[in-house]
Every structure is written in structure tokens, then in C-alpha cells.
């Protein structure tokens, strides 16, 4: 049973950083693509960054190009986002997803698994 559990939201001012953590059991992280994607209610989950194996390479959102990071440790099994120069735009329900199955990188559906999300909130 694979579980996708994140980590590390929480409130922070504009211009601040957090590193958000998702960490898997019952799926090795370096075998397919990860990625975060964040929803506000209302909206429609948009992506955030990937890092994936098959392409030796990360990808972000114009949104946040510049100022996130992803990574991953594929000792501990987990992928990491630093996000750094915070806005309150960034505010949102931050998702982990695992094994994308095919395709662009941005597209929810295409993920097989996903975590419970962890809120971040940006005041100014």
C-alpha cells in the first residue's frame, strides 16, 4: 500500500521561507516522477515543480520558477519543497503526488497517488 505522508506547512509571513517534506512508504520515490501541486477551494489543483527520474530533470510553474525548489533524498525516501520569498499568493493546500503514469508533468490525473496535503498560509 503505497503512502504519501507531507510535512512542514504551516504560517508564514510574505518574504519568508518553508521547506515542505513528503515522505513515501510503499513506493521508491526515484522510480517515476514527483511532484507538488497546490489547491485553494474553489480553484482547481495547479501544479507546482516535479523532479523525475526518466528525464534526469526538476520543472516549475512560472508561478514559482526562482524561488521554490524541489528535491529529493532517495535515502530517506523523500521529496522536499524549499520555498523561499514567500507571497500571499503561495497560500494554499499543498499536495504530494507519485508515479506520474504519462505525459506533461502538470497534469493532476495522470499521478496514481497522492498525500493529504499540508496548508501553507502567507500573510503580508
Known amino acids: 500500500q503505497v503512502q504519501l505522508v507531507e510535512s512542514g506547512g504551516g504560517s508564514v509571513q510574505a518574504g519568508g521561507s518553508l521547506t515542505l517534506s513528503c515522505a513515501a512508504s510503499?513506493?521508491?520515490?526515484?522510480?517515476?516522477?514527483m511532484a507538488w501541486f497546490r489547491q485553494v477551494p474553489g480553484n482547481e489543483r495547479e501544479e507546482v515543480a516535479a523532479?523525475?527520474?526518466?528525464?534526469?530533470?526538476?520543472y516549475y510553474s512560472d508561478s514559482v520558477k526562482g524561488r521554490f525548489t524541489i528535491s529529493r533524498d532517495n535515502a530517506k525516501n523523500t521529496v522536499y519543497l524549499h520555498m523561499s520569498s514567500l507571497k500571499p499568493e503561495d497560500t494554499a493546500m499543498y499536495y504530494c503526488?507519485?508515479?506520474?503514469?504519462?505525459?506533461?508533468?502538470?497534469?493532476?490525473?495522470?499521478?496514481?497517488?497522492w498525500g493529504q496535503g499540508t496548508q501553507v498560509t502567507v500573510s503580508s
Open positions: 523532479i523525475c527520474t526518466t528525464a534526469a530533470r526538476e
Open positions: 503526488a507519485a508515479d506520474l503514469r504519462w505525459g506533461a508533468w502538470y497534469v493532476p490525473s495522470r499521478y496514481n497517488y
Open positions: 510503499g513506493y521508491t520515490i526515484s522510480s517515476n516522477c
